[in-house]
């Protein structure tokens, strides 16, 4: 493989992977403060990618509006699904809780059917998404570098959110110890829900940047890229920020390097990331972070 | 004759009549009713096997679709007739020693099972050290494993495009009469000594281990004995929808089996048979929701999805407001049910 390819597919696997660990960021945060796999965020994925897309089609809203009032509409969505579906069972066993997400799940899946159609609809892509920038032999969708430079931004942003306000402060003690954060006169539930709220936030900015570079939604498109991404926060250690930057990272690099190297085992892909996972969570089981 | 011996009896009963029940149903109603309760059987048989890992183990596994699929591939390989094979495997042949083996139905289904079983060995043994959510998504990740490479193996699995015309052996006998042997292979085993060590592992590890409870072997049993019944489970699945693909054993179907262990409460045989029952039919009740509907004189156009979509919100009440399942754990027994029966009657009598 000459170095020209290996770039191309650096750059690819680069930006898929920070795809990933956006929405892998929203698994971490859920799981590091109640303890429960929200199997609805990739259901909160999809959706943010219909908000978009009606957006611009129904109200005729400049792109970057509507991608805007899509991330803002995500992060209501998110509140109000812990709200329905997660806050009355805070006390109840946590299968209970992890029924509710499946729950959930199968809701926002439905209703998309039924609200949205399940047939896949063209997304738009704005002019700036589509150039290619050919660089000595390379070439580079503009899609493929800026999605690693907004996740970046949007990852810093995260990063003083958890480590310099007061919010990320009562964020991080609740995932230390629930009843003593609450004792300490910490909000409970106004800050588990803004958990939800940024966790979502991110997964639309990730959900858009998806949409952007494979242009076409559709009700089920959440699973693929939400499983993957849960993958990718438990690689990393559930419950770490770093951890899922990185597992998310490590798994987009992957996918798209054995399809590059082994063009044969393509089909094959998936089942290597899960036999990473596997072997991953038998020798440290608690990942490479570990629970923060 | 003592207490003990009547409910014996009476079980046979109950069995007996269960029989005379499938016997007119089979040879009365049309079809689809008989395709509705074919169903029930089936989901009687995954749920409970199901229950024995999440709900008396209290080892949460998301692998059920993945011995599923196991069951229904081998025992279709094992069952369908050259000629249907050759028609089947029209882009990559299938490899020699399946291409020409056929073998009578039974045997196949307790082969598919004894593979499901000899899989989940293998995956269980390294696995179950895990707790939790770590398990959990190890064995989701085990069953999405088997899907994919049924999706690649052409030569042996038909890839994507899966099996189609199989023959359809699954009658009630076969789904009702293995939801009966499931449900006494695993209620027996629960009374047993086995029984009382793995609900000890769900209660707690560590107590149950200083009691001499060796972790391990009973958590890899309920492991095995669950993806045997699945397997046979996915097999007779197989037999009954007549086409077979790999991604009709995803991560949906693992929920749903899921869905109905939970909704009928965890360690709960009684809880999991009726809840699959109703499950089965709600879904064929809900068709209604789909069709166009007169309201009030308002003519409704059909909505496709809708059925799922109302499904989905009564999951959601039943699990917002009965948190601990149907049953909660509890079962059904002969005496409970005259308790109930006699206080009744005492009742009535105390008013005349």
Redesign the interface.
């Known amino acids: 493989m000459s170095l020209n390819v290996f770039l191309q597919n650096l750059i690819n696997g680069i930006s898929l992977g920070c795809l990933f660990a956006l929405i892998a960021i929203g698994y971490t945060m859920v799981?590091g403060i109640l303890?429960l796999?929200n199997f609805a965020h990739g259901d909160i994925f999809m959706m943010a990618t219909f908000f978009a897309y009606y957006a611009i089609a129904l109200f005729s809203l400049p792109w970057g509006l509507a991608f805007f009032a899509a991330i803002i509409l995500t992060m209501l969505l998110g509140i109000t699904v812990d709200r329905?579906?997660y806050r009355?069972?805070r006390d109840?066993?946590r299968?209970?809780s992890?029924?509710?997400a499946?729950?959930?799940?199968?809701?926002l899946?439905?209703?998309a059917?039924?609200v949205f159609g399940?047939r896949p609809k063209p997304f738009f892509r704005p002019e700036i998404f589509n150039q290619t920038f050919i660089i000595s032999d390379i070439r580079i969708q503009s899609v493929s570098l800026i999605t690693p430079l907004a996740s970046i931004f949007f990852l810093l942003i995260l990063t003083y959110i958890i480590y310099r306000t007061k919010t990320g402060l009562a964020m991080r003690a609740i995932s230390k110890d629930f009843d003593t954060a609450k004792l300490m006169g910490i909000n409970l539930n106004r800050t588990i829900a803004f958990t939800f709220a940024i966790g979502s936030g991110l997964a639309a900015v990730g959900a858009i940047l998806w949409a952007l570079r494979y242009p076409q939604i559709f009700p089920f498109m959440g699973?693929f890229p939400g499983?993957r991404a849960?993958?990718a926060a438990?690689i990393g250690g559930?419950g770490s920020i770093r951890g899922a930057m990185l597992g998310g990272f490590l798994l987009g690099l992957i996918t798209i390097m054995i399809v590059a190297f082994f063009p044969m085992y393509a089909?094959?892909k998936?089942?290597f990331v899960?036999?990473l996972?596997?072997m991953v969570?038998?020798y440290k089981?608690e990942g490479i972070f570990g629970e923060e | 004759m003592k207490k003990k011996n009547i409910y014996l009896l009476l079980n046979i009963v109950m069995i007996l009549l269960i029989a005379l029940l499938i016997n007119i149903v089979q040879s009365k109603f049309d079809p689809y009713v008989i395709r509705i309760l074919n169903l029930c059987g089936i989901y009687v048989i995954l749920g409970v096997s199901l229950n024995l890992i999440n709900g008396f183990t209290g080892q949460?596994s998301l692998g059920h679709a993945g011995f599923m699929a196991i069951g229904a591939y081998v025992s279709a390989l094992l069952y369908m007739s050259p000629e249907l094979k050759e028609m089947n495997y029209f882009i990559t042949p299938l490899i020699w020693p399946f291409s020409v083996i056929q073998i009578p139905f039974f045997i196949s289904v307790i082969a598919g099972g004894i593979i499901a079983a000899l899989v989940g060995l293998l995956v269980g043994t390294?696995?179950l050290?895990?707790k939790g959510?770590?398990l959990?998504?190890?064995t989701?990740?085990?069953s999405?494993?088997i899907r994919?490479?049924f999706?690649?193996l052409q030569s042996i699995t038909n890839g994507p495009l899966g099996l189609k015309g199989l023959p359809a052996f699954t009658n009630l006998w076969w789904s009702w009469g293995g939801a009966i042997f499931t449900i006494f292979f695993i209620s027996n085993l629960i009374n047993s000594s086995y029984g009382r060590a793995l609900k000890s592992i769900r209660e707690d590890e560590v107590a149950a281990e200083a009691m001499g409870v060796n972790l391990f072997y009973h958590k890899v049993l309920s492991f095995v004995v669950g993806a045997f019944f699945a397997g046979i489970g996915g097999a007779l699945l197989g037999s009954l929808v007549m086409t077979i693909d790999p991604n009709t054993f995803n991560?949906s179907m693992t929920?749903q089996i899921?869905?109905i262990v939970?909704?009928g409460g965890?360690g709960s045989i009684t809880g999991t048979v009726i809840i699959a029952t109703i499950f089965a039919i709600l879904m064929e009740l809900l068709r209604a929701v789909e069709s166009p509907m007169n309201f009030f004189g308002t003519k409704l156009p059909a909505?496709?999805?809708?059925r799922?979509?109302v499904?989905?919100?009564i999951?959601?009440v039943v699990?917002?407001f009965f948190?601990?399942g149907l049953m909660g754990g509890k079962e059904f027994s002969w005496q409970q049910f005259f308790q109930i029966f006699f206080r009744n009657n005492k009742a009535i009598e105390e008013d005349s």
């Not at chain 2, 909505?303 to 809708?306: D, H, R, W």
Request: glycine residues 6%; charged residues 10%.
């Open positions: 799981y303890r796999i329905i579906a009355p069972l109840a066993p299968i209970s992890l029924c509710s499946i729950g959930m799940s199968f809701f899946e439905n209703l059917i039924v399940g699973m499983w849960f993958t438990i559930i089909g094959y998936d089942a899960f036999i996972l596997i969570l038998l089981p | 949460f390294p696995c050290r895990l959510d770590y959990a998504i190890v989701f990740g085990f999405e494993i994919i490479i999706n690649n991560v929920f899921i869905v939970i909704v965890l909505i496709p999805g809708m799922m979509l499904f989905s919100i999951l959601m699990i917002l948190k601990r």
